[in-house]
């Protein structure tokens, strides 16, 4: 902030020094237009007006106030010291009005995406959350936990066609569904037939149609977990990546038998027998991602290798893990994100501990594991 008004102090002594031969005075609007980029409306017309003080000055010191050369050069000093001064006062307030609009967009997103809390029934969570937009946290990818009436927790993981803010809305009519469904409905098959239905009869009401014509669905994993380990998990995948299965350092992916179409393409029909049963021990893990990570794609455009990269990294703990897979994936990626990317990391754990309270993050790539962020 003294840089400023330095120059000024400088530039009128060397002005007085160098005489008339040589006018530095002019270099005086160094001062206010610098002091624009780094301060605000005050302290600009400050440095304005010490320059236009510190060029009269020197006119005088010099003996020439009143000469043709000397006046231009004062009156264009303070012409230009008052355009700097406007611009600055304008953009302070456009500065400050983007300001409420990002708190209150931010606030709106972190009430969308609900941070899970760390645990849920006997499972640990991290999750990460990277969107393809700037300033958004959260676009196309969605995820949310609830317990159902029985003694399970249900999950849901999905990806939105298209990514950045313009997806929210299709996001926020699944995750409103599954928050509303979750514990309503017994079963899974009545869950996702229920996610379908609100989609078919919603999707044309919170889609961007009007900038995006193109067909509109959602693809979505939805689980359900039991809190007794004994007893079998069970899932149905619409169209959305498999989940990853790790055990003693050891990865499966779980294939859906009978996958059904991603939510919005058709009428949700879901029978029974659709879904798939797995078991998930004590200390299993389950990896959940979207396809902005399986897809995201390296300078020379190969895909990032999911199932093989966490079959290499060590599994201590849900963090640990997620802690890997994002620092690897950024490197594979070797810049920003192209598309929104939604990971969870999943374990049951022995004990049944109560919940914890969610920490909240804020950041273009959100990052939940031990309450470390980036």
Known sequence: MAIPFVLIATITVLDIYTGSNVQLGPLLVIAPALTASLAGTRLTALAGVLAVAAQVFIAG?????????????????????????????????RDRALSLARSVAETAQRVLLRPPPRRIGPLQVAWLYMSAQD??????????????????????????????????????????????????????PELVAALGDSVS?????????????????????????????????????????????????????????????PLGVCEPRVEDDRTDPFTFECGDMLVLCTDGVIEAR???????????RVASFPTTNPDTLLHHIHRDLLTHIGGHPADDAALLVIERTPSHRPYLTPRPTDGHHRYHPSGAGT
């Open 61 to 93: 010191f010099l003996g020439g106030v009143t000469t043709p050369n000397r006046m231009a050069q004062i009156i264009a000093l303070t012409a230009l010291s008052a355009l700097v001064v406007f611009l600055r006062f304008v953009r302070e307030r």
């Open 135 to 188: 300033e958004a946290e959260i676009g196309g990818d969605l995820f949310a936990f609830a317990r159902a009436t029985h003694a399970a927790t249900r999950v849901v993981i999905g990806d939105v066609r298209g990514n950045g803010l313009a997806a929210i809305g299709e996001a926020s009519l699944v995750l409103g569904a599954f928050r509303e469904g979750a514990h309503r409905y017994a079963t899974l």
């Open 201 to 261: 009869r919603n999707m044309e009401d919170v889609s961007d149609t009007e900038h995006d014509v193109g067909e509109h669905f959602i693809t979505c994993l939805v689980l359900e977990i039991p809190d007794d380990a004994l007893s079998a998990a069970g899932m149905i995948n619409c169209g959305h990546p498999p989940p990853l299965l790790v055990r003693d350092q050891r990865v499966t992916v779980l294939y859906a038998r009978q996958p059904l179409p």
């Open 298 to 308: 390296s300078p020379s455009g190969a895909f990032y290798p999911l199932a093989e």
